[in-house]
Nanobody
Framework: QVQLVESGGGLVQAGGSLRLSCATSGLTFRPYGMGWFRQAPGKEREFVAGITRSDGSTYYADSVKGRFTISRDNAKKTMYLQMNSLRPEDTTVYYC??????????????????WGQGTQITVSS
């Protein structure tokens, strides 16, 4: 059974930092691209960052570029999202996801095969 479990969410003041982790089990991990998404109530799931399975290339939404860093540790089967300079508008639920396809877009939530349950990030002003 494949499981993706996010951790590291919480409450932080604007300008602060958090580090999210996405621990996987039941997944070979290395062959999967990985991504972080976020979703506010009543809105579509939004791409935040992605990392490829092959060379570890990274991709970011414009809204987080320069503030967030995605990384992965294949030995630990875990992905991370370092979030710096957090803003109140970053407040929402964050999800990690795994994608097997090498041709589908990392930016498209529908391309992903597995999802975590989500973790809440709240940034106070």
């Amino acid at each position: 059974q494949v499981q993706l479990v996010e951790s590291g969410g919480g409450l932080v003041q604007a300008g602060g930092s958090l580090r999210l982790s996405c621990a996987t089990s039941g997944l070979t991990f290395r062959p999967y691209g990985m991504g972080w998404f976020r979703q506010a109530p009543g809105k579509e799931r939004e791409f935040v960052a992605g990392i490829t399975r092959s060379d570890g290339s990274t991709y970011y939404a414009d809204s987080v570029k320069g503030r967030f860093t995605i990384s992965r540790d294949n030995a630990k089967k875990t992905m991370y999202l370092q979030m710096n300079s957090l803003r109140p508008e970053d407040t929402t639920v964050y999800y990690c996801a795994a994608i097997y396809s090498t041709t589908a877009s990392l930016y498209n939530a529908r391309s992903y095969n597995y999802w975590g349950q989500g973790t809440q990030i709240t940034v106070s002003s």
